[in-house]
């Protein structure tokens, strides 16, 4: 089975913080992704990538960067946390097959609360 | 604008009921489609998914999708509800040549004994 682990189920920052969030997965997988979680407001994607030292933007960027300089790794910064940051952050991975693409695989989340 | 709808926040059903979660869709081309499932304090799990072929498809845990290209819906059903069902449930859409994923608002069910 794939897993994908992220490093902090529950985090309380500062404001002005700089914050890491990281994600690991252990099935060779391309594609890693990062969106947060909002009530009312579903998943929305932050950041993706397909290969390492790539990256893409998603939909709600702003705040945020991120690194992959290995393949099973993906970190989420913010490089000075706002308290409207405060969120649910999901890491997901995915391995496109035979040109179809497969489902992304999550990890349990980590709950950001920053005061 | 790719967009996909999740037009009920919240659903309640009688265990042993039928259940129907609905989703629709507003995208480019032929897309794929998605749902999964959010149990309290987890990540989101895979249940089904629409690529190709069969509009009726089956997933996990007794669950199946209708996928309607006229209506561009992607309706989820199951025959008879479990209470362990009651969890928060997000239908995904790729758009054709997209990479990634475009989330509903999620739906929250919950099954009632």
């Known amino acids: 089975d794939v897993k994908v682990t992220q490093s902090s189920r529950y985090l309380v920052k500062r404001t002005g913080e700089k914050v890491f969030l990281e994600c690991v997965q252990d099935m060779d997988h391309e594609n890693m992704f990062w969106y947060r979680q909002d009530p009312g407001l579903g998943l929305r994607l932050i950041y993706f990538?397909?290969?390492?030292?790539?990256?893409e933007k998603g939909d709600i960027p702003e705040g945020y960067s991120v690194s992959r300089e290995k393949k099973e790794r993906f970190s989420l910064i913010l490089e000075s946390a706002s308290t409207n940051q405060t969120s649910m952050y999901l890491c997901a991975s995915s391995s496109p097959s035979g040109g179809v693409y497969n489902e992304q695989f999550f990890g349990p989340g980590t709950r950001l609360t920053v005061l | 604008a790719q967009s996909v709808a999740q037009p009920e926040d919240q659903v309640n059903v009688a265990e042993g009921n039928p259940l129907t979660v609905k989703c629709t869709y507003s995208?480019?081309?032929?897309?794929?489609l998605f749902w999964y499932v959010q149990y309290p304090n987890r990540g989101l799990q895979f249940l089904l998914k629409?690529?190709?072929?069969?509009?009726l498809v089956k997933g996990s845990y007794g669950f199946e999708a209708e996928f309607n290209k006229s209506q561009t819906s992607f309706h989820l059903k199951k025959p008879s509800a479990l209470v362990s069902d009651s969890a928060l449930y997000f239908c995904a859409v790729r758009p054709t040549g997209a990479n990634n994923l475009f989330f509903g608002t999620g739906t929250r069910l919950t099954v009632i004994p």
């Open positions: 629409y690529i190709t072929g069969d509009n």
């Open positions: 990538s397909y290969d390492v030292k790539m990256k």
């Open positions: 995208v480019s081309g032929n897309p794929y």
